[in-house]
């Protein structure tokens, strides 16, 4: 796969489409917590690089809703790291089932889980018709978002 490809390199994003998202998420340079298919269930991809510094991270949230589950719903946000007393509330609730805790994903996850995201100056929440889109054309159009979560480039 090129390293950066451009929103018209459709066979880039056809394989792209059949990648699980933690494989996609290390193509961006992000981190990944979620099902495989991010498209067909659910997933965030999140840049942790300011977490410890600053006790950010920008994130991009992927699920279904609507009838049917048809609708796919996208969501840029920020994600802050909690005061001590609740991030240990917060990776109890979120960990509570996982035999390895301690890293800066799981915190990040732990805070999203705990309290949500704010928006960003991204766009808001992107919807697909899932019947109308294939998953390749939704990774071609969400390309410029990750890109933008990933500090690469704005979109």
């Given at each position: ?65 609507g ?59 992107l ?6 889109w ?22």
């Amino acid at each position: 796969m090129t390293a950066t490809p451009t929103v018209y390199d459709n066979d880039y994003f056809r394989r792209l489409a059949t990648l699980p998202g933690w494989e996609i998420a290390t193509r961006y340079g992000l981190t990944y917590d979620g099902e495989p298919d991010p498209i067909e269930n659910w997933g965030v991809f999140y840049d942790g690089r300011h977490w410890e510094a600053h006790g950010v991270a920008a994130s991009l949230q992927l699920y279904r809703s609507g009838a049917g589950n048809r609708t796919l719903i996208v969501t840029p946000g920020t994600v802050h790291k909690l005061a001590p007393d609740l991030m240990t509330k917060a990776t109890a609730y979120a960990l509570a089932d996982a035999t390895e805790t301690g890293n800066t994903l799981d915190e990040i996850a732990a805070c999203h889980q705990w309290s949500g995201a704010r928006p960003t100056g991204l766009d808001d929440s992107l919807l697909y018709d899932t019947a109308a889109w294939e998953a390749w054309r939704v990774w071609a159009s969400l390309h410029p978002t990750l890109l933008a979560v990933a500090g690469k480039g704005a979109k």
